[in-house]
C-alpha cells in the first residue's frame, strides 16, 4: 500500500482529495451526511487508518482505495463519539471472496456440534481484529446490507464483553438513555423479528431445498417483505449488527416497523440518517 507506506512517516496520514471523493461517490449512504460531517469522517478515518494495521489475506492485494473505502464505513458509527472505542481490535483483515471458520453449538440436549462455515465476516472478541470478505464489502447498499458497519458494530458491542446486543453506553453521551428500557425495547423487537422469519418459514415448502432455484426465488420474495435480514433472528448481538447496518444504510424500514429501536440507535450513534437527504455525489470533492 504504497500511499500508505509513503505517509505513515507523518503523524496522521493524509487520504488524497480525489480519492476521498471516489470512496464517498461509491458509498451512497455517505453523501446524506453535511459537508462538515464528511471533513470529520474523513479525519476519522486518517486516525484509523494511523492507529491499525489493515492487512489483506488469502492472496487479496489490498489497496490504499479499499483500505481508504473500509475505513470510512468503519468510522460512520462513531462519527459522533469516539474512535477509542476500536481501541479493543488489532486491525482489519481482508479476504478476497467468503473464508472459512470453525462453528459450534450446543443443542438442548448438551450436545455440541462443530462444523466449518464460509462467512462474510468476523470481528473477533478480547483484542482481535476485525475481518472482511472485499467481495462482501463490495455489495453494500443492497437492502441495507453493510458487512463493514455489521462487523464493527460487533465490536461496538463487545465493549462490554461477550456480544449481547448492549452496547456500553458512555457517559459524555448517553446519559439519556436508559438501560433498561434498551433491554425491554431490543428483547420486544428481537421477539417480534422472530416471529416474522418464522412466519416466513412456516410459507416455504415442507421439502424446502436452497439449491431448488424456485424454492430460493421463493425464499427471498418473502424474506425480502421483512423489515431486516432474516440473519438478524439468530441472536440478539445479530439483531443489534443488522439493526445498525439498517439504520445507516437503509433506515427507512427499520423506522417504520421498529420506531423504539431506531428512536434508540439514533440516540446511541447521536445521527438520524432520515433526516439528511442524500447529497450530490460531488460533495466528497470539496473535502480538504
Request: proline share 8%; hydrophobic share 45%; charged share 25%.
Amino acid at each position: 500500500m504504497e500511499w500508505l507506506r509513503r505517509l505513515f512517516a507523518r503523524q496522521t496520514p493524509r487520504i488524497p482529495n480525489p480519492m476521498w471523493a471516489a470512496a464517498v461517490s461509491r458509498l451512497p449512504f455517505l453523501r446524506r451526511l453535511a459537508p462538515d460531517d464528511l471533513v470529520r469522517l474523513k479525519n476519522l478515518s486518517e486516525s484509523l487508518l494511523e492507529r491499525k494495521t489493515f492487512t489483506g489475506a488469502g492472496g487479496f492485494a489490498l489497496t490504499d482505495e479499499i483500505a481508504v473505502q473500509i475505513a470510512a464505513q468503519a468510522c460512520l458509527p462513531v462519527l459522533n463519539l469516539t474512535l477509542d472505542m476500536y481501541d479493543d481490535m488489532a486491525g482489519v483483515i481482508v479476504y478476497p471472496a467468503a473464508f472459512i471458520i470453525p462453528q459450534a453449538e450446543v443443542d438442548e440436549a448438551g450436545v455440541v456440534h462443530e462444523w466449518h462455515e464460509p462467512v462474510s465476516g468476523e470481528a473477533i472478541d478480547a483484542g482481535g481484529a476485525v475481518v472482511l470478505s472485499w467481495e462482501d464489502v463490495e455489495e453494500t447498499d443492497v437492502a441495507g446490507y453493510n458487512v463493514v458497519i455489521h462487523e464493527f458494530a460487533h465490536k461496538l458491542d463487545m465493549g462490554n464483553g461477550s456480544p449481547n446486543g448492549f452496547p456500553p453506553f458512555l457517559p459524555e453521551w448517553h446519559r439519556a438513555l436508559s438501560a433498561v428500557e434498551w433491554k425491554r425495547e431490543f428483547s420486544a423487537a428481537y421477539q417480534d423479528f422472530l416471529r416474522r422469519v418464522e412466519m416466513v418459514d412456516a410459507a416455504l415448502p415442507s421439502d424446502f431445498d436452497d439449491e431448488n432455484p424456485e424454492h430460493a426465488a421463493l425464499y427471498d420474495t418473502l424474506a425480502a417483505q421483512l423489515p431486516l435480514d432474516p440473519y438478524a433472528a439468530k441472536h440478539p448481538a445479530e439483531f443489534f449488527a443488522v439493526a445498525s447496518e439498517a439504520f445507516f444504510v437503509f433506515p427507512e424500514p427499520l423506522a417504520l416497523a421498529y420506531p423504539a429501536i431506531y428512536r434508540l440507535l439514533k440516540d446511541y450513534y447521536r445521527q438520524d440518517p432520515r433526516s439528511a437527504e442524500v447529497r450530490d455525489s460531488g460533495a466528497g470533492s470539496r473535502i480538504d
